[in-house]
Nanobody
Framework: QVQLVESGGGLVQAGGSLRLSCAAS????????IGWYRQAPGKQRELVAA???????NYADSVKGRFTISRDNAKNTVYLQMNSLKPEDTAIYYC?????????????WGQGTQVTVST
């Protein structure tokens, strides 16, 4: 059973920083693309940032220059460094990964971690 476990959310003042982590556990061959989505109250879930197995990254325009995604393949972990946080970054952040198991690739989601940015 594959699981994604997130950590690092919390409450921070505007202009502050947080670092999210997402670790994959279980039995699998490899992780392809892994990334972060977020969902604010009353809004649809949106992509924040993702990194492919080859290391290519993709960011939402709203976070470019402020957020940095990275992955540690040895630890099956992805990180999201969030700097210069704004109140509009407040949301539940979800880890998402495309994980290859014996039957092929499958998408997995973490349980979500709350990020709240106060003014």
């Amino acid at each position: 059973q594959v699981q994604l476990v997130e950590s690092g959310g919390g409450l921070v003042q505007a202009g502050g920083s947080l670092r999210l982590s997402c670790a994959a556990s279980g039995t699998f061959f490899r992780i392809n693309t892994i990334g972060w989505y977020r969902q604010a109250p009353g809004k649809q879930r949106e992509l924040v940032a993702a990194v492919t197995g080859g290391g290519s990254t993709n960011y939402a325009d709203s976070v470019k220059g402020r957020f940095t995604i990275s992955r540690d393949n040895a630890k099956n972990t992805v990180y999201l460094q969030m700097n210069s946080l704004k109140p509009e970054d407040t949301a539940i952040y979800y880890c998402n990964a495309d994980i290859v198991q014996w039957f092929g690739p499958r998408q997995y989601w973490g349980q979500g971690t709350q990020v709240t940015v106060s003014t």
